[in-house]
């Protein structure tokens, strides 16, 4: 194929780079350098390193780590048993048919299950514990966060696990080791680019959550995806938002090279 029409079919992923991708960055990059007057200003960059925004950024990356560490916990083991089970692809179905559903819809849906009149307070109340309060907190924030985000990362660790050459499991096996010390020392090696993969596709939109601090957690976890829809929606200072929204950015593109980095192991 001659390298013109090769460059042709290029022009749609370049136009859409630009219009959705660098576009929008030089935007909000050009409304970080004004305040909520329209006037230039360099304070916003500077009202950043205040102790409230920076509490907000260890909050987030605080709350970005435990749901990245218990979304881990659960898709690991599930995407190794998902592998050694009948009918894989009927259970690799039920897995990703959750993320077709709207995550607003998904948000009401536990809110009505963790209710005061909810299912869950039933069963408390059933076993004698009594009604509790389980909505707008840290745990039902992190446990409907960790609900949403498992399917991305079970996908790259079952892929990783699909991937592994059988022979190397069963030498492992004839060379005396246990089903424990031979996930540990060859299974989990052969898949660490899937948990990086895993780890990236949950951490990096777990750092900008806003909705579920909202309607999950009532306010009451507050990271830097809440303050840009605060600035954006309520107080309308688009210029600090936006400062707030460039430093995500940047925090992003220093993670994402992290994830990716680390040799791969051969098999």
Not at 25 to 42: C, E, K, N, P, W
Not at 122 to 141: K, M, W
Not at 196 to 213: D, K, Q, W
Request: with cysteine.
């Amino acid at each position: 194929m001659p390298r013109n029409t090769r460059g042709a079919y290029l022009i749609p992923y370049y136009l859409w780079m630009v219009l959705f991708v660098a576009l929008p960055v030089i935007l909000i990059a050009y409304y970080s350098f004004f305040d909520a007057l329209g006037q230039f200003t360099l304070s916003n960059y500077v009202n950043f390193f205040t102790p409230v925004y920076l509490r907000m950024t260890l909050s987030s990356f605080w709350y970005a780590v435990l749901i990245t560490l218990f979304s881990l916990l659960v898709a690991y083991p599930a995407a190794y048993a998902l592998t050694r089970t009948k009918h894989k692809q009927l259970w690799l179905l039920l897995i990703i048919l959750p993320t077709w559903i709207n995550l607003l819809l998904k948000a009401y849906a536990f809110i009505g299950i963790f209710g005061t009149y909810g299912p869950v307070n039933a069963l408390l109340q059933a076993a004698g514990i009594g009604e509790q309060q389980i909505l707008f907190g840290s745990f039902s924030f992190i446990f409907v966060s960790v609900y949403i985000f498992i399917p991305f990362m079970i996908m790259p660790i079952y892929n990783a696990l699909e991937d592994i050459n059988p022979t190397l499991i069963a030498a492992s096996r004839d060379l005396g080791a246990s089903s424990f010390t031979t996930l540990r020392r060859v299974i989990f090696p052969l898949t660490l680019s899937g948990v990086r993969s895993g780890c990236m596709a949950v951490f990096i939109p777990a750092l900008s959550l806003f909705m579920l601090t909202r309607l999950i957690a009532g306010n009451k976890v507050i990271t830097l995806g809440t303050a840009i829809e605060q600035h954006f929606l309520v107080t309308r200072d688009w210029g600090m938002g936006s400062t707030v929204a460039v430093f995500l950015i940047l925090m992003m593109a220093v993670l994402m090279p992290i994830f990716g980095s680390g040799k791969e192991v051969r098999k």
